[in-house]
């Protein structure tokens, strides 16, 4: 059974481009968090989804990030004019039951 | 607020020791803990989950809740070298998770 996963594994942009990061979660799950977590820093909530909803959006900033998780498909994390800040590692998890949650890979974000 | 802390260390044990690492967090409702396992530049790994008062074992890893304490530790006993990593004590509230910001364990042969 496959693990969560995430591609691509790294991504580099340019200051003012998009950054899409997909995320397919275990088979059988139906619940996606997406978490950011800076160099040297804890990982930070950004959103939860299921299935063609979003659940909780509270971490995620309100301009330029948006996240999707469609009936079919992986979900989306979109980053529109990214900035060097936005340079991070970004995880995706995924749960059965909205407990345990277990992670993918990442992405790392490097913003030039 | 929704809080979980830890402490930062580097928490340095020798091989063969006990660690111990420590999580208290801020909800008296919260109902269910996880310690997770992050290696550099690797993702988190779960390793331990606890629902209940008490100790629960896992091979080497025992975890323990104190919910009048709010409170939840996690014993690595006979440390490895291949233990050292930093630990992440998750709670959840409400719909999503907070993550405490890790301790940095250091096992030394």
């Known amino acids: 059974n496959a693990g969560v996963m995430q591609n691509p594994r790294h991504l580099v942009r340019r200051r003012g481009q998009e950054a899409r990061l997909r995320c397919s979660p275990m088979?059988?799950?139906?619940?996606v968090y997406w978490y950011r977590q800076l160099p040297e820093e804890g990982l930070k909530f950004m959103v939860y989804?299921?299935?063609?909803?979003?659940?909780?959006e509270s971490g995620m900033p309100k301009e330029r990030f948006s996240a999707e998780f469609p009936k079919e498909g992986p979900s989306i994390l979109r980053i529109q004019q990214v900035v060097r800040g936005d340079s991070a590692a970004y995880f995706c998890?995924?749960?059965?039951?909205?407990?345990?949650?277990?992670f993918g890979p990442g992405t790392r974000l490097t913003v030039l | 607020q929704k809080e979980v802390e830890q402490n930062s260390g580097p928490l340095s044990v020798p091989e063969g020791a006990i660690a111990s690492l420590n999580c208290t967090y801020s909800?008296?409702?919260?109902?269910?803990f996880f310690w997770y396992r992050q290696y550099s530049g690797k993702s988190p790994e779960l390793i331990m989950s606890i629902y209940s008062n008490g100790d629960k074992e896992d091979g080497r890893f025992t975890a323990q809740l104190n919910k009048a304490s709010q409170y939840v530790s996690l014993l690595i006993r006979d440390s490895q070298p291949s233990d050292s990593a930093t630990y992440l004590c998750a709670v959840p509230y409400g719909q999503n998770f907070v993550f405490g910001p890790g301790t940095r364990l250091s096992v030394l042969p």
């Open positions: 909800d008296r409702g919260s109902q269910s």
């Open positions: 088979k059988g799950h139906s619940h």
């Open positions: 998890a995924s749960s059965l039951s909205a407990l345990e949650q277990f």
């Open positions: 989804l299921q299935k063609e909803n979003i659940i909780d």
